[in-house]
């Protein structure tokens, strides 16, 4: 026999289960709104001209292929940190805090969540949005903590349950940690005003908890690299010590190098320098040092100033290109006459949109119309296309009226 | 402000091996040699692209069709099968009946990681956190630290280097194995053993299997050097295809760092060996959800450049010989050492310098030994006496020498 024996299956991934179904249907008007990466208006992959030509400079180099540092290639965290913070951060310029390579944005929270295991005794409990990334929950499990929520969306609405997160974060125990979105929410595309960040900061400083930033779409929410860290640098000002998660996948479109940063911010370089060390002792048994193709890219992109223009107006080029699909798909919509209200289409933000379909609704877009999205109505906007977004705002309608 | 929770985090100590390379950077002395971190180095002592990377990574970067999309959760399929089947042999039986399978993970440490994590949460039951582990007595010191961040609680070690005879404690380690509780878990190194060199004969391997299998022991092999410690692929792949004849379930983490020379890529494979296809399919369904929650999926350069080379008759050939290239500096500096020590009549016995095989040699140098080697002659070497073979060159070797010489018959 088998030492595997009892070994059950896996549960099947759902998202990715959207995406088998869509490669089975052979209806050529078929449409995957399950994909969480970037197509172009045409529904394809897109390399940047920024990451081609910082690729055809590192090929030019030859460079040897020596292992990097445990904490990653120190020319790529520093820009990383500056990117996040500000250049005129006094978090910054300080030195008051250390920022690690990690593996894209999950590595990247799961070095920040073991570290938080072994070294946050205060609270074991994980606060997140409701809802939240799917792959929040297991990560933080598996690191070893527990997982506690707040409201955050209001399906009535299909936006921000303010007051709700307001009420139950006043609930949260003193030094719980909490995990917020920094921009782009995943999976509602729902984002707190200015305002409303404001009143968060307040609330989290009021309870003493510990903040834990995701910041995945910096760039790729509003266009606006600066308009979309505006919550982590509010935080930091307001002295609240936060822990960051980034992503280079969406806004550097270099999802498969896995290139994401960690960083915690603290009381003062030498603070910093403590935390860094114990870092290196969790990433050191975990895979011994990052891969440096992709951090090797973003680095130089960050540092030239030519190539960080360009890929400035790339990022904002491929955000204008989800705006703009939100507002294709609520024009038609109102085309087909349709007497709902869809202004939560534009008034999310960022890579995905909860539609607010309902799963028999859902079903019937997959099975009439070959329109794949996952169950709660999540649609990523990125497959939409001004060559498909009347056949997707006609078959809403369809199943809507 | 109120005092920082991360007040109490104590500063941690660097990592002895990148610390000793640290302190040689820092070195002003025009003779200073690094015999320290496991990287391999041409004779003018630069580190090596292999020739056949090189071209692969031009033939990679002038394909337009190639973007930057995610890998599956397990990684690029080209690599994952072509992987297993280097380590397994194209002829198989495993492979054969598709009870084979692969994750492709961040070097061969997150091979060890993702494989780890596995078993403590599946291998004997669902909970292994007590489950005893087995590491060999020296090891890579990081195979330890892999063990305890899985969460398991019960790390041993097995009798492995005999100091006094310079060789392998084949008694003690087969003893230890007769006592080890049965279903413990062992770390086994498939070839080129880190740090000292010394590896089971056949034969030896033989009698290790027949205790591992009556024993009812798990075998969970490291193989880092494949290639580079013989330089044959099929010679040091003979163990791990032994344990596969003979009817082993195992796991066998694989590194591509030294033998592709991608050692910043983090290209690793963990390769499992299960009893038929439904049982691999299962265990391959869990590590999906491990690897979920560590990286999400791999990284792909590394994967791609091991993939295309592996998967060409005429690159598979030039990476063949570049792997040759390599081993064969390694043999031809541990024959050159040696005949220098036996020279100058250095004091003991020196054959295990050309007996010992791989990157690396336990060289029976003393901590004050090594000290002495450091502080007054600026060659760098771990405490233990592991020297990487790889940082001796032509123009050092007589330094080198020397300095051991003076070493063992200066201090005790």
Known sequence: ?401 | MAASIFAAVPRAPPVAVFKLTADFREDGDARKVNLGVGAYRTDEGQPWVLPVVRKVEQQIANDASLNHEYLPILGLPEFRANASRIALGDDSPAIKENRVGGVQSLGGTGALRIGAEFLRRWYNGNNNTATPVYISSPSWENHNSVFVDAGFKDIRTYHYWNAAKRGLDLHGLLDDMEKAPEFSIFILHACAHNPTGTDPTPDEWKQIAAVMKRRFLFPFFDSAYQGFASGSLDKDAWAVRYFVSEGFELFCAQSFSKNFGLYNERVGNLTVVGKDADNVQRVLSQMEKIVRTTWSNPPSQGARIVATTLTSPQLFAEWKDNVKTMADRVLLMRSELRSRLESLGTPGTWNHITEQIGMFSFTGLNPKQVEYMIKEKHIYLMASGRINMCGLTTKNLDYVAKSIHEAVTKIQ
Not at chain 1, 49 to 65: G, H, L, T
Not at chain 1, 185 to 203: F, I, S, Y
Not at chain 1, 374 to 388: E, F, L, P, Q
Request: charged share 25%; proline share 4%.
């Open chain 1, 1 to 401: 026999s088998s030492w595997w024996s009892h070994v059950e299956m896996g549960p099947p991934d759902p998202i990715l289960g959207v995406t088998e179904a869509f490669k089975r249907d052979t209806n050529s008007k078929k449409m995957n709104l399950g994909v969480g990466a970037y197509r172009d208006d045409n529904g394809k992959p897109y390399v940047l001209n920024c990451v081609r030509k910082a690729e055809a400079q590192i090929a030019s180099k030859k460079m040897d292929k020596e292992y990097l540092p445990i904490a990653g290639l120190a020319d790529f965290t520093r820009a990383s940190a500056e990117l996040a913070l500000g250049e005129n951060s006094e978090a910054f310029k300080s030195g008051r805090y250390v920022t690690v390579q990690g593996i894209s944005g999950t590595g990247s929270l799961r070095i920040g969540a073991n570290f938080l295991q072994r070294f946050f005794k205060s609270s074991r409990d994980v606060y997140l949005p409701k809802p939240s990334w799917g792959n929040h929950t297991p990560i933080f499990r598996d690191a070893g903590l527990q997982l506690q929520s707040y409201r955050y969306y209001d399906p009535k609405t299909c936006s921000l349950d303010f007051s709700g997160a307001m009420d139950d974060i006043s609930k949260i125990p003193e030094k719980s940690i909490i995990l917020l979105h920094a921009c782009a929410h995943n999976p509602t595309g729902v984002d707190p005003r200015q305002e409303q960040w404001k009143e968060l900061a307040a609330a989290v400083k009021k309870r003493n908890l510990l903040v834990y930033f995701d910041m995945a779409y910096q760039g790729f929410a509003s266009g606006d690299i600066n308009r979309d860290a505006w919550a982590v640098r509010h935080f930091i000002e307001q002295g609240i010590n936060i822990l960051l998660a980034q992503s280079y996948a969406k806004n550097m479109g270099l999802y498969g190098e896995r290139v994401g940063a960690f960083t915690v911010i603290c009381s003062d370089a030498e603070e910093a320098k403590r935390v860094e060390s114990q870092l290196k002792i969790l990433i050191r048994p975990m895979y011994s040092n990052p891969p440096i193709n992709g951090a090797r890219i973003a680095s130089l992109i960050l540092n030239s100033p030519d190539l960080r223009k360009e890929w400035l107006v790339e990022v904002k080029s491929m955000a204008d290109r989800i705006i703009g699909m939100r507002t294709q798909l609520v024009s038609n919509l109102k085309k087909e006459g349709s007497s709902h209200n869809w202004q939560h289409i534009t008034d999310q933000i960022g890579m995905f949109c909860f539609t607010g379909l309902k799963p028999e609704q859902v079903e019937r877009l997959t099975k009439e119309f070959s329109i794949y999205m996952t169950k709660d109505g999540r649609i990523s906007v990125a497959g939409v296309t001004s060559g498909n977004v009347g056949y997707l705002a006609h078959a809403i309608h369809q199943v809507t009226k």
